[in-house]
T-cell receptor, first 113, second 113 residues
């Protein structure tokens, strides 16, 4: 158990809908990262937040957005969903020190029908 | 552009045999290097990491990896594979030490009894 929690574990929705994925980082970790794992694209970095502020962006679509709240939990919002958005979405956290190690949550599996 | 290559998509070994999983990266300087393992339906677990210093790194579960600057490689090894090692293995780099990981496409390991 990495200490990172993600809810829900599974999510099934329809095209055009909007969903919110939630992540709680390890206690004390200030940084949160979101990744997408799909068969087509593999594991891709989406976005990083540090203490509430966006720090880095990867291959995140404009239909996707994220935020980190004062209690450090983070949410990834996916809108106008398409079939191709079906994937496993991981959250990771790290303490932001010289040690770059990221601790990954169990993921949320999103299925868009 | 920075990239991480794991040339073997699938590897099958017999239990008790030795294992080497290859990872090559494309970047001028030495990045931070990681190996993660993902068991079916699970999140990613860190096996080991390299930042600097001794180029032979020991990790958990009996794994080790060797950083070779001249070959831009960070290959993962285990002298004797156990059936429980069957999983998918990902090499990752943090090329600019920005906490933004780039992952390889993964190597799926099958272990024969």
């Amino acid at each position: 158990d990495s200490g990172v929690t993600q809810t829900p574990k599974h999510l099934i929705t329809a095209t055009g809908q909007r969903v919110t994925l939630r992540c709680s980082p390890r206690s004390g970790d200030l940084s949160v990262y979101w990744y997408q794992q799909s068969l087509d694209q593999g594991l891709q970095f989406l976005i990083q937040y540090y203490n509430g502020e966006e720090r880095a962006k990867g291959n995140i679509l404009e239909r996707f957005s994220a935020q980190q709240f004062p209690d450090l939990h983070s949410e990834l919002n996916l809108s106008s969903l398409e079939l191709g958005d079906s994937a496993l979405y991981f959250c990771a956290s790290s303490p932001w020190t010289n040690d770059n190690e990221q601790f990954f949550g169990p993921g949320t599996r999103l299925t868009v029908l | 552009a920075q990239s991480v290559t794991q040339p073997d998509i699938h590897i099958t070994v017999s239990e008790g045999a030795s294992l080497e999983l290859r990872c090559n990266y494309s970047y001028g300087a030495t990045p931070y290097l990681f190996w993660y393992v993902q068991s079916p339906g699970q999140g990613l677990q860190l096996l080991l990491k390299y930042f600097s210093g001794d180029t032979l790194v020991q990790g958990i579960k009996g794994f080790e990896a060797e950083f070779k600057r001249s070959q831009s490689s960070f290959n993962l090894r285990k002298p004797s594979v156990h059936w429980s090692d069957a999983a998918e293995y990902f090499c990752a780099v943090d090329v600019q030490r920005t906490y933004k990981y780039i992952f390889g496409t993964g190597t799926r390991l099958k272990v024969l009894a």
